[in-house]
């Protein structure tokens, strides 16, 4: 009994271990200004949540995060070298979305001079 637990428990940690960024889990592709593209991703051990990544396609990929699709999502903003990814979430009431109505749980800032000469590739 206890080889099966352990059997499955490692199952379950090589399945959650595949690749995010795989074609077979590509969704879809979002282009911004500056030749910037951001990646969606399905991700989990039953792809029930979605990555983003920031790529410019030739010299750096960056992983903006992991978020569910039906609370929220993850956008970014082009401002000159500057790149600000910023997480939002829907406003629930009554477990009803509000429309129009996001709220902004995370801002990141990068610079895209510092990204393409690292060329990062996550």
Known sequence: ??????????????????????????????AKDSNLYIQIYRTGLFETSTTAYLTDSANFSLKLGTYDDQTGYIDCKVKGDTVLSEEKQYIFDNNVIQADTMKVTCTTA?????????????
Do not use: G
Not at 6 to 21: D, E, G, I, V
Not at 110 to 122: D, V
């Open 110 to 122: 990068y610079s895209l001079i510092a990204l393409k000469k690292l060329h990062n590739f996550e």
């Open 1 to 30: 009994m206890n080889h099966r637990y352990l059997a499955f428990t490692l199952a379950l940690a090589l399945a959650s271990c595949k690749n995010s960024k795989s074609p077979n889990r590509f969704k879809y592709t979002i």
